[in-house]
């Protein structure tokens, strides 16, 4: 079962601060749990854990430039 990315994040923002205080039996402990529930790749899963400050998704922003055709330039380009 796969989760919702926003469930997956709030999994590894609970788990990264248990991480970076637990002993290495336990750490191990922590990360097959992270593996069980997204289903991340080990290493992945270490990296995570590890740099989850660091590690964000990126937001889809508007587009910066301007246009440099307008409409009626791009329907004569579609029909060549």
């Known amino acids: 079962m796969s989760l919702t990315l926003t469930a997956r994040q709030s999994v590894v923002k609970e788990l990264s601060k248990k991480y970076r205080k637990a002993t290495k039996k336990e ?13 991340y790749n080990r290493c992945y899963a270490r990296y995570v854990l590890r740099n989850y400050q660091y590690v964000r998704c990126r937001s889809k922003s508007k587009r910066q430039n301007k246009k440099k055709y307008d409409e009626k330039f791009l329907k004569e380009l579609k029909k060549i």
Do not use: A, F, Y
């Not at 750490?27 to 289903?39: E, P, V």
């Open 27 to 39: 750490k191990s402990k922590i990360i097959d749990n992270l593996i069980s529930l997204t289903n």
